[in-house]
């Protein structure tokens, strides 16, 4: 099964690795750090809108927090005004920013689109909830990659930090999972796709291997989540709260994604559940 998973993956990733304008990287580059000039003017760009948005954002907040959900982050990306976010827009897509991620992991890029994520204490929502259990991306099929880039200062005290564990780990052809006992009270998707913490600290002895990413917003973070297991979000306290740049990358050719154009297409959408449908059979369940 692990060949024929190389195998599949390198058909999709090698067209993109062709076009790749300098240094083709053939081996496993599991995730990249990047802290340079673009970083911190993207930084300042977001930090000095919030400052005008802020007030909307916290009606926004203490709205959803009414509901009684178990809601814990929506996007303020509409708050801000069309110039900023074409600024932000003109960076991530600079080819020299796009050459500098391609050139790491080894295949051509192009920038999908981006969104401001504002994360918030709920005292109703569990610690292990949707993305704040560990998981991997079902979004495309290869060669997805996500930048994450945290505003503000972030604390053990206030969490919110994003964790994950590199493939040297648990490479992309292998899965884990949890077992979910009646009386849990998980949904259908928490028990279908994700893992409990206490699985990935009892059951695979992974939690000296877990890298913690938020601390520094100097740093932005960047990793494929659909071959990466990942988890974060998850705020400590009621003082607290996480501003959030996320933003997808997809192989410049032979992309498929939910975050494509032509996804609206009912053949695409039926060959991307296809193709992923496989993949996710060729993995090795550990």
């Known amino acids: 099964m692990k060949f024929f998973f190389i ?7 090698f067209p993109n690795k062709i076009y790749l304008t300098k240094n083709i990287n053939y081996g496993n580059k599991e995730f990249l750090i990047i802290k340079n000039d673009a970083i ?35 996007m303020i990306t509409r708050y801000f005004s069309s110039k900023v976010l074409n600024e932000i827009e003109k960076i991530l897509k600079d080819k020299k920013f796009l050459n500098n991620i391609s050139e790491h992991f080894g295949y051509k890029i192009k920038l999908s689109q981006f969104a401001i994520r504002y994360n918030f204490f709920n005292a109703d929502s569990p610690v292990e909830y949707g993305p704040k259990m560990w998981h991997r991306d079902n979004d495309s099929l290869f060669n997805q990659l996500k930048m994450f880039l ?6 053990d005290e206030s969490g919110g930090h994003f964790y994950f564990i590199p493939q040297r780990i648990i490479p992309s052809y292998k899965k884990i999972y949890s077992y979910y006992k009646d009386n849990e009270n998980f949904n259908k998707n928490d028990k279908n796709s994700r893992v409990k913490n206490i699985d990935i600290e009892k059951k695979y002895n992974l939690k000296d291997n877990i890298i913690k990413y938020g601390s520094d917003k100097s740093e932005a973070l960047i990793l494929d989540t659909n071959e990466t297991y ?49 993949k996710n059979r060729l993995r090795k369940t550990i």
Do not use: M
Not at 7 to 13: E, G, V
Not at 150 to 155: G, K
Not at 231 to 255: D, F, T, W
């Open 40 to 74: 911190n003017l993207i930084s300042k760009l977001i930090s000095d809108e919030v400052e005008n948005v802020l007030k909307e954002v916290k009606i926004n907040k203490l709205e959803k927090i009414s509901l009684k959900t178990k809601e814990y982050h929506f």
């Open 150 to 155: 945290v505003l503000n200062d972030l604390t």
């Open 7 to 13: 195998l599949f993956k390198f058909l999709f990733t």
């Open 230 to 278: 990942h988890k974060g979000g998850y705020i400590k306290n009621k003082g607290s709260y996480r501003i959030l740049l996320q933003v997808i990358y997809e192989p410049a050719y032979l992309s498929i994604s939910n975050y494509s154009k032509l996804y609206n297409n009912f053949i695409y959408r039926f060959l991307k559940i296809f193709l992923l449908g496989l």
